[in-house]
């Protein structure tokens, strides 16, 4: 996939842990750096709610990147969650990735900015699409944002684009600590099938519904069986009121149906075999606030 890049004379690997408002590419950057589509892709704010773990190996380096969450103000207990894998993801880091883009302000959430100045590991800066801006613009922008947090290296990408990506994975693996791999060096996640059927699932809810649906729903995969040639799968999707079941199932069940048939045709994608997909609805009004609901959903610990 990459071309140009410098292997190190000595073994590295670590934790490159990315972070950063919603909507500035956080989930797009990790996929174009990882060459794998691990954490889903919607225009829609918090389209991310999970740490998820990309791994990438050469013959003397493994990076072990983690997608996390958009920094937000949290309004319940499912999103405290989330922004507990942010702050987690802050203090466990080798590496940071701070992932900004060429529309929002440099101000925004200052408070998690200024923690990335006392930070003793080292601290890289994206600036994201800059295909939609000019050359000034991001000149002035990677300014700003060098005399924000001093010890940064900025660097200018497209993670849609996938322009300057080399130059973010030349950065990391420079700044890795010397260390053994810390996973099988033939891993490229943490993650198994069954969350990426429910993040598919969930991905799909996200593009064919719009207000609160999205946010009112969880998925759950109550059943995977493994076939000789293909996935039999059975999920549940929470909602939160009759009403938005509804809506989810639509009429004589057409939304529904849209909505499997756009998630198993991606499953059988990203698993490389044919899936039997079975949906379900079910109403769970309190599943945001429930510590035990969250567990189930993989949330808690």
């Not at 800059?130 to 001093?150: F, G, T």
Request: with cysteine.
């Amino acid at each position: 996939m990459y071309n140009t890049i410098l292997e190190p004379k000595e073994h590295r690997a670590g934790f490159v842990n990315i972070i950063g408002n919603p909507n500035v590419g956080k989930s797009t950057l990790m996929n174009a750096l990882v060459g794998e589509k691990l954490s889903i892709v919607t225009a829609k704010a918090q389209t991310t709610r999970h740490r998820i773990r990309g791994i990438v190996n050469g013959e003397n380096y493994q990076i072990v990147y983690s997608d996390t969450p958009g920094i937000l103000k949290p309004n319940y207990r499912l999103q405290e969650n989330m922004m507990d894998y942010v702050d987690t993801a802050i203090g466990d880091a080798d590496i940071i990735l701070y992932v900004t883009d060429v529309v929002e302000k440099a101000d925004k959430n200052a408070d998690y900015v200024n923690r990335l100045k006392d930070l003793e590991c080292p601290v890289i800066i994206v600036v994201n699409k800059i295909d939609i801006s000019n050359q000034e613009k991001v000149v002035s922008l990677m300014a700003e944002w060098q005399e924000k947090v001093p010890q940064a290296l900025v660097i200018p990408v497209s993670a849609q684009e996938k322009f300057n990506i080399e130059s973010v994975l030349n950065a990391v693996i420079s700044r890795l600590p010397v260390s053994p791999a810390w996973f099988d060096k033939d891993a490229f996640t943490d993650k198994n099938l069954r969350f990426f059927a429910s993040e598919i699932i969930r991905e799909k809810i996200l593009e064919n519904y719009s207000q609160e649906i999205p946010y009112c729903c969880e998925v759950a995969i109550e059943a995977f069986k493994e076939e000789e040639e293909r996935y039999e799968i059975s999920a549940v999707i929470y909602v939160m009121r009759d009403s938005q079941k509804g809506i989810l199932i639509g009429k004589g069940g057409a939304a529904l149906k849209k909505t499997g048939t756009d998630a198993r045709i991606e499953m059988e994608d990203f698993f490389q075999k044919k899936v039997f997909l079975h949906m379900f609805v079910k109403v769970d009004e309190n599943w945001r606030e429930n510590r035990r609901e969250l567990r189930k959903f993989g949330y808690e610990e």
